[in-house]
């Protein structure tokens, strides 16, 4: 079983839509969170961290379930420039050391 | 002008060639990692460095090598190239302020064909 698994879509989105999807990581002393979003054939930038009580930025909003273990991404009023691959990783305590999930990829039409 | 940067760009080798790949940063961050991307496998880290003369290994550093001589340079290398080593490389770099939420910051890749 992979450490951090993500559906990888694509996720078809009328522009507009609101779309969600999940990530679940299996190492139960994992402790930081994040969203990063990929462009194609461009590197992860970091689009958010992921906090226990859940956070917002503008039209994204993250979630974190500890405890069926499970980290959640919604955007809201999709735009076409929403369109990426979005990587769900993972931080355990020690270090600065990163696990990447495969990446859910999002189209956004017209 | 890019924090980040990765030399070359786009490279196609031939089996049983040795390749350094080249990382600068200009972020003055201590920390630097090598990672590798495949199709659907997302990034997987080959090996990384806290300081200058640091080297740890990551999950998948078989076949490669690392030097880190400078703050701002890393460098990855091939010593005799595979095909299965085809994929695209990724540098990055963080801060060690001792934050959980340190960002790393990516180069642009390294697009790497072994025939």
């Known amino acids: 079983r992979k450490e951090v698994e993500q559906d990888p879509g694509p996720f078809n989105v009328p522009e507009g839509a609101t779309v969600a999807f999940n990530c679940t990581y299996s190492?139960?002393?994992?402790?930081?969170f994040f969203w990063y979003r990929q462009d194609c054939r461009k590197e992860p930038k970091l689009l958010m961290s992921?906090?226990?009580s859940g956070n917002e930025d503008g039209r994204f909003t993250a979630q974190l379930n500890r405890a069926s273990q499970y980290i959640s991404l919604l955007i809201r009023d999709s735009k076409l420039s929403d369109s990426a691959t979005y990587l769900c990783?993972?931080?355990?305590?020690?270090?600065?050391?990163?696990?990447f999930g495969g990446g859910t990829r999002v189209l956004v039409k017209p | 002008d890019a924090d980040v940067t990765q030399t070359p760009r786009n490279r196609i080798t031939k089996t049983g060639k040795r390749i350094m790949l080249e990382c600068s940063q200009t972020?003055?961050?201590?920390?630097m990692y090598w990672y590798r991307q495949d199709p659907g496998l997302g990034l997987r880290l080959i090996y990384y460095?806290?300081?200058?003369?640091?080297?740890n290994k990551g999950e998948i550093s078989d076949g490669y090598s690392v030097s880190r001589q400078a703050q701002a340079k890393f460098s990855l290398s091939l010593e005799s190239a595979i095909p299965n080593q085809t994929a695209l490389y990724f540098c990055?770099?963080?801060?060690?302020?001792?934050?959980?939420?340190?960002?790393?910051?990516f180069g642009p890749g390294t697009r790497l064909t072994v025939l």
């Open positions: 190492n139960s002393a994992s402790q930081s």
């Open positions: 460095s806290f300081d200058v003369k640091d080297i």
């Open positions: 990783v993972v931080r355990k305590a020690a270090g600065n050391k990163l696990t």
């Open positions: 990055a770099t963080s801060d060690s302020d001792g934050s959980s939420y340190n960002e790393q910051f």
């Open positions: 992921v906090y226990s």
């Open positions: 972020k003055g961050h201590d920390r």
